[in-house]
């Protein structure tokens, strides 16, 4: 369907997908193979669905003597999967990796029952409890995934995605103070991330903050300009202020840059009928 580079902290995203069931899938020459199924819901207008992958590098791989530990640009909390076999036995080393590559076939319940062996042996081990948290929400086990989560942050402060992560449960089970605080933390350690800013507009429109709330989500956009996501939420607050023009304004900018969005059909609806209502509401001139 599509194919995309992370940016410079991993992080990635398919912007422009109908709702249905994919499979994301990640082929690196040095790392182990991966496929993680998706469900995008059709229930939501702008359904957004978050997968946290974990790459291992293979085996066999040789690591370049002359290389820097840390390329420039890269996610200086990541730590190679080999490192973990120095810190922790090596029974839950290879429950994880039995994890992922459940996961990598599709064995979601497998992959789990593999991870929660590896944090009993391992309490500590981050890879592990994230994995785990990642595969409890994409089965919608909103408590667990919070608990996993939760454990991850502990585990790993520094890491922004963790926190968003973590907010993005609270968002989903209704616990607003908590999605927002995890959301700041998250923010504190990346600002210029476009789902963070997503998130933030989301929340803060939930929390009737427009203002707040259409700031993020404009940011949201100039950072990522195809989110079509951000910009559909963009027009639904427009439109709870009653800023017609402006929202149709936006449909407008929607369709040319995105005109291949699966969201284009209903925006075009929505756009109609604002433009309609506009020429309706006009007094006609004697």
Same mark, same amino acid.
């Given at each position: 369907? %599509?194919?995309? =580079?992370? %940016? ?32 995008? #819901?059709?229930? +939501? ?9 974990? @790459? ?23 730590? %190679?999967?080999?490192?973990?076999? #120095? ?12 994890? @992922? ?13 593999? =991870?929660?062996?590896?944090? /009993? ?14 595969? =409890? ?23 922004? !995605? ?59 956009? /100039?950072?990522?300009?195809? +989110? ?5 939420? @963009?027009?639904? @607050?427009?439109? /709870?202020?009653?800023?017609?023009? !402006? &929202? ?18 209903? &925006? ?19």
């Amino acid at each position: 369907m %599509d194919s995309v =580079y992370t %940016d410079s902290s991993g992080t990635f995203g398919f912007h422009s997908l109908y709702p249905n069931s994919y499979d994301v899938v990640v082929n690196d020459d040095n790392y182990e193979t991966v496929r993680r199924p998706v469900v995008i #819901d059709s229930s +939501m207008m702008a359904p957004t669905v978050f997968v946290d992958i974990s @790459l291992v590098p293979k085996k066999k791989a040789q690591p370049d003597a002359t290389a820097s530990p840390n390329p420039n640009g890269a996610n200086p909390d990541m730590i %190679d999967v080999r490192e973990y076999a #120095d810190r922790f036995p090596k029974r839950a080393v290879k429950e994880f990796e039995k994890g @992922l590559s459940a996961d990598a076939d599709g064995k979601r319940d497998d992959a789990i029952r593999h =991870y929660q062996k590896a944090v /009993e042996i391992a309490p500590d081990f981050y890879l592990a409890h994230n994995n785990l948290g990642s595969d =409890y929400q994409n089965k919608s086990d909103f408590p667990n995934a919070r608990k996993e989560f939760e454990r991850v942050v502990q585990l790993n402060q520094s890491d922004a !995605a963790a926190y968003f992560n973590l907010s993005n449960i609270y968002m989903l089970t209704g616990q607003l103070p908590e999605a927002q605080q995890n959301l700041d933390e998250g923010l504190r350690r990346q600002p210029d991330s476009s789902l963070g800013q997503f998130l933030l507009g989301s929340l803060d429109l939930r929390l009737k903050k427009l203002p707040q709330a259409e700031l993020a989500l404009r940011r949201a956009i /100039e950072l990522s300009p195809t +989110m079509a996501q951000a910009r559909l939420q @963009l027009v639904n @607050l427009l439109l /709870e202020q009653g800023r017609k023009d !402006a &929202a149709a304004s936006q449909l407008h900018d929607f369709l040319d840059k995105l005109p291949d969005s699966p969201f284009s059909v209903q &925006a075009k609806q929505v756009l109609q009928k604002l433009e309609t209502s506009a020429k309706t509401a006009t007094p006609l001139s004697n």
